[in-house]
């Protein structure tokens, strides 16, 4: 089939109009067929063959048409059936790229048109980038309840409501004990810089401690929300992530006083804990599908800059702490023993500083890819607040409308 030219379309009360944009068509060529739910459309030019087919969303008279032919546009009037000559929301209930409404043609005094216009714009944009609009699911489950004859379609409903509930409610308390202890970490460590001076720096991991080794060790229970499906995570992504950050904190951090009190550490706590006072108040809106662009857009940019600290500040510190690992021999067995086995703790940190660097620039890979899909959901929420706004101003009007009538 040749490739279709660009259609716009109108209406008046008794027809429609198509206006085909073909640079120097042939007459001769024109070819018009009409039937009352359809059009077919063919026409050469310097430029080619041109053709379409439309189904129509309402019927016309296939016997009332006709047709102009000008140098740069053919025009096409269409009477509508009888019964059909109400308002019609669209021209073909399929969607093409090629054809658009013509604005131009709109009665810019009517409200109700202008507000009804944009929002059928709004929704063929949002279904042309994201595909079809999503159903609405509460719709769509009393809609089976009220078609199924089985009480146990209604139990299994029940059940699973109830189980929404609780793993919501479960998860909320989670996220929101977490984000305090992380918080508290964040806001306290600036805040003792800014009152106290450099000099907090040093002091800062004492004072902060305790919090971060619970926030660490309550983190572990995200390994059994994966495993168990309470979450929809990668095990096995989540198992790296909050042993690695175990791994930096409880054995080497926390090991080791003198690497406790350098600027390192600082910038490794406030940036471990920058990172989570953004995400977990992320996770809370996503249980409950709530729509906050600004956070969204928060969560997946602000670890650009904290990721990269993070990981360089736990390379460093690790770096630092196998000399004094190899020169102390802690967490280190020597032959012989009763079990027969070795193991070099200062070996092992080589290995993971090696691992780390190769897997930092995976995660930061991943969280780019993560970014785009992000930044991609976030547009397609903006479309469809969008849409509500349109469809709220339309509702507004004809309210208006209604009460003027009614006067």
């Not at 206006?19 to 359809?38: A, R």
């Not at 199924?148 to 299994?156: M, T």
Request: with cysteine.
């Amino acid at each position: 089939m040749a490739a279709p030219p660009q259609v716009k379309w109108y209406q008046k009360e008794l027809f429609i109009g198509l206006l085909i944009d073909i640079i120097e068509p042939k007459k001769e060529s024109v070819k018009v067929d009409v039937t009352e739910t359809s059009i077919h459309f063919e026409a050469e030019s310097s430029t080619g063959k041109h053709e379409f087919d439309i189904t129509l969303h309402k019927k016309v008279d296939p016997e009332k048409y006709h047709i102009k032919v000008k140098d740069r546009r053919i025009k096409i009037v269409i009477s509508k059936a009888e019964g059909c000559q109400e308002e019609w929301s669209r021209l073909t209930p399929d969607k093409h790229r090629w054809l658009k409404f013509d604005v131009d043609s709109v009665d810019l005094t009517d409200e109700e048109t202008i507000a009804a216009r944009k929002l059928e714009d709004a929704k063929r944009r949002l279904e042309a980038e994201h595909g079809p609009l999503p159903k609405d699911t509460k719709i769509q489950q009393m809609s089976n309840m009220l078609n199924g004859d089985d009480l146990s379609r209604d139990l299994e409903l029940a059940e699973k409501e109830m189980y929404d509930m609780l793993r919501n409610s479960y998860l909320t308390i989670y996220n929101s004990v977490v984000w305090l202890g992380y918080f508290y970490v964040f806001f306290v460590s600036l805040l003792r810089v800014l009152l106290e001076g450099p000099g907090a720096v040093k002091t800062n991991y004492a004072a902060m401690s305790w919090l971060l080794r619970s926030c660490q060790q309550t983190v572990f229970l995200e390994i059994i929300h994966a495993a168990t499906g309470l979450t929809k995570t990668s095990t096995l992504a989540t198992v790296l992530q909050v042993s690695g950050r175990a791994i930096v904190l409880f054995t080497v951090v926390d090991a080791e006083p003198a690497l406790q009190t350098s600027l390192t550490c600082y910038l490794l706590v406030v940036a471990w804990s920058a990172v989570e006072v953004f995400r977990y108040p992320y996770y809370i809106v996503q249980i409950y599908e709530f729509y906050f662009p600004r956070l969204m857009w928060l969560r997946y940019n602000v670890w650009i800059p904290l990721y990269p600290i993070g990981i360089l500040c736990e390379l460093y510190l690790v770096y630092q702490s196998i000399g004094l690992v190899a020169e102390s021999g802690r967490l280190t067995v020597t032959m012989p023993n009763r079990l027969n086995v070795a193991f070099d703790f200062s070996a092992f940190l080589k290995l993971y500083l090696a691992a780390t660097s190769i897997g930092g620039l995976k995660l930061m890979s991943y969280m780019g890819s993560q970014r785009t899909k992000g930044l991609k959901k976030l547009a397609k929420l903006k479309q469809m607040e969008d849409i509500y706004h349109k469809e709220k101003d339309l509702i507004n009007i004809r309210k208006k409308k209604e009460s003027k009538k009614h006067a």
